[in-house]
């Protein structure tokens, strides 16, 4: 079982950044890929970054390219989510996921944290 909790969501005006972080607790499976989805009201989940614990190797949705990076301390068993140059589109729910691998699509997770809400205005 691996447990996820993630932190800073918040509000912020549109051009700011905000930054989030996921700390997973494993006991005897950690998973390879670790990722960041986002679901506004009414839409689908969508997979926004991922990260693969062993390369480091990451990828990126188009909608936050060159805008949002993911990065890991793996000493740490965190997975960040920087988001600068905020957009009022970026607002959603953003959820840490964790699988063994290709976790950019929501079929491929095994687990999800709670969530932490980003809102970005106008």
């Known amino acids: 079982q691996v447990h996820l909790v993630e932190s800073g969501g918040g509000s912020v005006q549109a051009g700011g950044s905000l930054s989030l972080s996921c700390a997973a607790s494993?006991?005897?499976?950690?998973?390879?890929?670790m990722a960041w989805f986002r679901q506004a009201p009414g839409k689908e989940r969508e997979g926004v970054a991922r990260?693969?614990?062993?390369?480091?190797?990451?990828n990126y949705a188009d909608s936050v390219k060159g805008r949002f990076t993911i990065s890991q301390d793996n000493a740490k068993n965190t997975v960040y989510l920087q988001m600068n140059g905020l957009k009022p589109e970026d607002t959603a729910m953003y959820y840490c996921?964790?699988?063994?691998?290709?976790?950019?699509?929501?079929?491929?997770?095994?687990?999800w944290g709670q969530g932490t809400q980003v809102t970005v205005s106008s």
């Open positions: 494993a006991y005897s499976y950690r998973p390879n890929c």
């Open positions: 990260i693969y614990r062993d390369t480091g190797s990451t």
């Open positions: 996921a964790a699988g063994p691998s290709g976790c950019l699509s929501a079929g491929y997770i095994d687990f």
